[in-house]
């Protein structure tokens, strides 16, 4: 791969389209029309189609399941530290004037001592905002926020953190995205569990500030809520995959001394950072309660180009890591088990997509036998229609408890979320023709900003 190159939203090639439908119409007859002809083929891929939905939904219940024995007041158990580390934290800029005031008033904000921190904000020349002019204002008047001019032709997020990291004198290292703002207990919460033994990362929950803005960053937030409140602090608490967001992440300075600085060559340099973790036999903690408010796309064009760059680099990091992290010694079974499961999924997602031609060939009175009982399928059937609904109602609930107010409309959402996850499927699809067929240089296009400010809910 070369390294990533940073583009504006909005400046895709509508031309591709076309191109995208008559790959997908190729593969897909590829597959299904040999159906046709042979009725023992139109079974194995419903029932593999069968079981991969089997097995996803067994494994969410599971999950929601786990979530609800663990507590999220872990940090009771970390001790409190004598003295505490000089912190750095760095944050990427470009064309972030919208955002960036909420995030740097939530980092001065910040319940820490003043001359134990600093702020880097590693700005873009090339931002065509006023990023710049935002950042040196607040450095007038708070000598914490260091502001850092950065011309460079080599692109992308991961890039300019490595930029931050060779520049910074903290002992820990948090790395976030412009459009985070933090709760003030959040960095002592982090510092503390960043004690704990053989940890050498630590991510929080990212909500969403703007879940009022439209339906896409509503469902949107709600899909993160169900991620970080169930998905993968519930895998943690079972020794399965842990990995922390490009958006909100705390270090120690010696995990890059001992494994070396971000990829700039992957599109999720999170994850890719986060299998080498995992793969030196280290371990990310995830702790809900450090908490901090991120932007979700306010639009289903930022939304499309975002997740399409989130599941095109979990696709690279697949290539890049499943095999060495499959033969690690260093890794037990069930964290295998789950790391294969997470990897592989992200491009067998796009069979999914094959249901829908095979529901047309029904409607020809092709026979969709699968080698499953049609009792199991029924059962399962009605718990993944139901799943989205347990999953916010659960979510919200263990919300309400800790005194939030209850989000009845979010509950009632729960109908969209099955055109959301078709929408997701989509986008995996595309990502694939990106990554194995069309094999298009990488690109890191910046999610645009909408700017919200409320926290409301």
Same mark, same amino acid.
Not at 124 to 146: G, L, M, P, Q
Not at 166 to 174: D, L
């Given at each position: 791969?070369?390294?990533?190159?940073?583009?504006?939203?909005?400046?895709?090639?509508?031309?591709?389209?076309?191109?995208?439908?008559?790959?997908?119409?190729?593969?897909?007859?590829?597959?299904?029309?040999?159906?046709?002809?042979?009725?023992?083929?139109?079974?194995?891929?419903?029932?593999?189609?069968?079981?991969?939905?089997?097995?996803?939904?067994?494994?969410?219940?599971?999950?929601?399941?786990?979530?609800?024995?663990?507590?999220?007041?872990?940090?009771?158990?970390?001790?409190?530290?004598?003295?505490?580390?000089?912190?750095?934290?760095?944050?990427?800029?470009?064309?972030?004037?919208?955002?960036?005031?909420?995030?740097?008033?939530?980092?001065?904000?910040? /319940?820490?001592?003043?001359?134990?921190?600093?702020?880097?904000?590693?700005?873009?020349?090339?931002?065509? /905002?006023?990023?710049?002019?935002?950042?040196?204002?607040?450095?007038?008047?708070?000598?914490?926020?260091?502001?850092?001019?950065?011309?460079?032709?080599?692109?992308?997020?991961?890039?300019?953190?490595?930029?931050?990291?060779?520049?910074?004198?903290?002992?820990?290292?948090?790395?976030?995205?412009?459009?985070?703002?933090?709760?003030?207990?959040?960095?002592?919460?982090?510092?503390?569990?960043?004690?704990?033994?053989?940890?050498?990362?630590?991510?929080?929950?990212?909500?969403?500030?703007?879940?009022?803005?439209?339906?896409?960053?509503?469902?949107?937030?709600?899909?993160?809520?169900?991620?970080?409140?169930?998905?993968?602090?519930?895998?943690?608490?079972?020794?399965?995959?842990?990995?922390?967001?490009?958006?909100?992440?705390?270090?120690?300075?010696?995990?890059?001394?001992?494994?070396?600085?971000?990829?700039?060559?992957?599109?999720?340099?999170?994850?890719?950072?986060?299998?080498?973790?995992?793969?030196?036999?280290?371990?990310?903690?995830?702790?809900?309660?450090?908490?901090?408010?991120?932007?979700?796309?306010?639009?289903?064009?930022?939304?499309?180009?975002?997740?399409?760059?989130?599941?095109?680099?979990?696709?690279?990091?697949?290539?890049?890591?499943?095999?060495?992290?499959?033969?690690?010694?260093?890794?037990?079974?069930?964290?295998?088990? /789950?790391?294969?499961?997470?990897?592989?999924?992200?491009?067998?997602?796009?069979?999914?997509?094959?249901?829908?031609?095979?529901?047309?060939?029904?409607?020809?009175?092709?026979?969709?036998?699968?080698?499953?009982?049609?009792?199991?399928?029924?059962?399962?059937?009605?718990?993944?229609?139901?799943?989205?609904?347990?999953?916010?109602?659960?979510?919200?609930?263990?919300?309400?408890?800790?005194?939030?107010?209850?989000?009845?409309?979010?509950?009632?959402?729960?109908?969209?979320?099955?055109?959301?996850?078709?929408?997701?499927?989509?986008?995996?699809?595309?990502?694939?023709?990106?990554?194995?067929?069309?094999?298009?240089?990488?690109?890191?296009?910046?999610?645009?900003?909408?700017?919200?400010?409320?926290?409301?809910?």
């Amino acid at each position: 791969m070369i390294p990533l190159k940073s583009k504006l939203p909005g400046s895709a090639n509508p031309s591709r389209g076309l191109l995208y439908l008559l790959l997908t119409a190729g593969i897909i007859s590829l597959i299904i029309l040999p159906a046709l002809l042979f009725s023992a083929y139109l079974t194995f891929w419903v029932t593999l189609l069968n079981t991969l939905l089997i097995i996803a939904v067994f494994r969410f219940y599971f999950l929601m399941a786990f979530s609800l024995k663990k507590s999220e007041k872990e940090l009771e158990s970390y001790g409190k530290l004598s003295e505490l580390p000089f912190v750095s934290m760095i944050i990427p800029a470009y064309n972030e004037a919208k955002v960036l005031p909420r995030n740097i008033e939530s980092m001065i904000a910040l /319940d820490y001592p003043k001359d134990k921190i600093e702020f880097l904000y590693i700005y873009e020349a090339k931002s065509s /905002d006023n990023t710049e002019e935002v950042i040196k204002n607040f450095a007038s008047r708070d000598s914490r926020v260091i502001p850092v001019r950065r011309d460079s032709q080599r692109g992308g997020k991961g890039a300019a953190a490595n930029d931050g990291i060779q520049m910074a004198k903290g002992e820990v290292i948090g790395s976030f995205d412009a459009d985070h703002s933090l709760e003030p207990d959040a960095l002592k919460r982090a510092v503390r569990a960043l004690e704990a033994a053989n940890v050498v990362c630590v991510r929080g929950r990212c909500r969403t500030i703007n879940k009022r803005e439209g339906l896409i960053p509503m469902v949107a937030g709600i899909e993160r809520d169900i991620f970080d409140s169930i998905d993968i602090y519930a895998r943690q608490g079972l020794g399965g995959f842990t990995f922390f967001s490009g958006g909100q992440a705390f270090f120690k300075r010696e995990v890059f001394n001992s494994l070396g600085p971000f990829s700039e060559e992957v599109l999720v340099e999170d994850i890719d950072y986060s299998l080498k973790i995992h793969k030196a036999g280290l371990d990310i903690r995830v702790d809900p309660s450090i908490v901090s408010w991120e932007e979700s796309p306010a639009s289903l064009g930022a939304w499309w180009s975002q997740r399409k760059r989130w599941t095109r680099g979990w696709m690279q990091c697949t290539k890049l890591h499943l095999k060495d992290l499959m033969a690690s010694r260093s890794i037990s079974l069930i964290k295998k088990l /789950d790391i294969g499961f997470l990897l592989v999924m992200t491009i067998l997602l796009i069979l999914m997509i094959l249901n829908y031609p095979l529901v047309l060939l029904s409607w020809f009175g092709l026979s969709m036998a699968s080698l499953y009982p049609a009792s199991i399928l029924l059962i399962f059937g009605i718990l993944i229609i139901i799943s989205p609904f347990v999953a916010v109602t659960m979510v919200v609930f263990k919300d309400y408890q800790k005194g939030e107010t209850l989000r009845w409309k979010e509950i009632l959402l729960t109908l969209l979320m099955w055109p959301y996850q078709f929408l997701q499927m989509a986008v995996s699809w595309v990502a694939f023709e990106d990554e194995f067929i069309l094999r298009k240089a990488s690109e890191y296009e910046k999610t645009s900003r909408s700017g919200a400010t409320s926290k409301s809910l």
